[in-house]
């Protein structure tokens, strides 16, 4: 079955760090784009960034600078590594496939709160 | 970052028809594929429409998409009250190097 889980999230203070995991099955993940989306509490979707299949990443305005993501191609698995965490990044956090050009395959979330 | 722009609520009866409108620029939708998700709470967000117009395997032919110039849109016949969910268009943006989602469109099913 393909599927994506992501974990990691957590409670954490303000100016603190976290990495998320993203853990692929059913196909290799450095065959495919795998983007970071989440979801602010009564907010929409919001696009984070992208690690393509070449490897080049791409990222949001708002968190350029602060996460960075990276592919462990042996342990099939993304990570989204989140620096100086703010208020305002407190979220559900997703991990999507790309196929034909859309997200297509979705994880189930994982929390991340910010807070003191 | 400009979001695409969509309608905040639609609503319709059970049984009708409902469109729910996105629009964008040339350096989004204008030149680039057009997707729709479905996102029901405590769920992760479901594709409906992918490459502007096409169904993934599974997702009834009630859902149907269309995009011309730079507006699409997303079109539900037959509603049912399963579908009350919240859906977001999203499209790549070609200038910003970024993926833009629609600010989502809650639909009411009366």
């Known amino acids: 079955e393909v599927r994506l889980v992501e974990s990691g999230g957590d409670l954490v203070q303000p100016g603190g760090s976290l990495r998320l995991s993203c853990a692929a099955s059913?196909?290799?993940?450095?065959?495919?784009?795998i983007h970071w989306i989440r979801q602010s509490e009564g907010k929409g979707l919001e696009w984070l960034s992208d690690?393509?299949?070449?490897?080049?990443?791409y990222y949001s305005d708002s968190v350029q600078g602060r996460f960075s993501v990276s592919r462990d191609n042996a342990k099939n698995v993304l990570y989204l590594q989140m620096n100086s965490l703010r208020d305002g990044d407190t979220a559900m956090y997703y991990c999507?496939?790309?196929?034909?050009?859309?997200?297509?395959?979705w994880g189930q979330g994982t929390m991340v709160t910010v807070s003191s | 970052q400009s979001v695409l722009t969509q309608p905040p609520s639609v609503s319709a009866a059970p049984g009708q028809k409902v469109t729910i409108s996105c629009s964008g620029s040339?350096?989004?939708?204008?030149?680039?594929?057009v997707s729709w998700y479905q996102h029901l709470p405590g769920s992760a967000p479901k594709l409906l429409i992918h490459?502007?117009?096409k169904r993934p395997s599974g997702i009834p032919d009630r859902f149907s998409g269309s995009k011309s110039g730079t507006s699409a849109t997303l079109g539900i016949t037959g509603l049912q009250t399963g579908d009350e969910a919240d859906y977001y268009c999203?499209?790549?943006?070609?200038?910003?190097?970024?993926?833009?989602f629609g600010g989502g469109t809650k639909l009411t099913v009366l």
């Open positions: 490459d502007n117009n």
């Open positions: 059913g196909f290799r993940c450095s065959d495919y784009d």
């Open positions: 040339s350096s989004n939708i204008g030149n680039n594929y």
């Open positions: 999507a496939r790309v196929s034909s050009n859309a997200f297509e395959i």
């Open positions: 999203a499209a790549w943006d070609s200038s910003l190097r970024v993926v833009l």
């Open positions: 690690f393509a299949t070449g490897g080049e990443t």
